[in-house]
């Protein structure tokens, strides 16, 4: 069961970061330089879809399901605590506590991932 919490979660997780980020796009809400947000894009995308392939991995018990898990949770709980601090900063609490929450969530994830006898959700 908690695999497939862990799962739905890392899915959805992903999809909206591309979401969000391809509204942000949208609407022009940019105000970094190009090259500081270049970069920074190249992070989110590629978090967003590992989120989504570790999801899709733990749901089909594959093996690379749990790896991808832990990389790309790490990567969210790194963005997470950057754009809490960055909204925070804006007096945005909604946001902060936002992130704070899913801060949360993915490290419980990980920790019960760490401190599970079957290395995660499924047997390696």
Do not use: D
Request: aromatic share 12%.
């Amino acid at each position: 069961m908690i695999r497939k919490i862990a799962a739905v979660y890392s899915i959805l997780i992903g999809i909206s970061v591309l979401c969000m980020w391809g509204m942000i796009i949208l609407t022009g809400g940019i105000i970094e330089g190009p090259i500081q947000i270049s970069f920074h894009l190249v992070s989110e995308f590629l978090m967003a879809i590992l989120l989504i392939i570790s999801g899709i991995g733990l749901l089909k018990s594959k093996k690379y399901g749990n790896k991808v898990f832990f990389i790309s949770n790490g990567m969210l709980i790194y963005s997470v605590l950057n754009a809490a601090g960055y909204y925070g900063q804006q007096s945005n609490f909604a946001m902060l506590f936002m992130f704070i929450v899913i801060f949360i969530i993915s490290l419980g994830f990980i920790i019960q991932g760490l401190l599970s006898k079957e290395n995660l959700f499924i047997s390696m």
